[in-house]
């Protein structure tokens, strides 16, 4: 999402999140960080499914084991 998305989302004009970051620098850091974290990571999360619909079952079945034997590695080091 940018900017322009991103200030409507918030129902505010653009040159107020410019002003935020010069007048008001931790309300813009605030508000930036909770665009990167969870639009932005929408947006990625968005494409991963829909690349994701794309596979056959027995290819989803296989992605999904790889990712739990991953995760469940990570949690044993």
């Known amino acids: 999402m940018n900017i322009k998305e991103f200030c409507n989302f918030l129902n505010i004009s653009e040159p107020t999140i410019y002003n935020w970051r010069t007048d008001k620098p931790n309300l813009y850091k605030i508000v930036m960080e909770y665009k990167k974290e969870k639009i932005d990571n929408t947006d990625n999360l968005s494409e991963m499914l829909k690349y994701f619909n ?3 079952e027995k290819e989803k079945e296989f ?3 790889d990712i ?3 995760i469940l590695k990570k949690e044993l080091e």
């Open 68 to 70: 739990k034997a991953r």
């Open 54 to 56: 794309k596979l056959s």
């Open 63 to 65: 992605y999904l084991a």
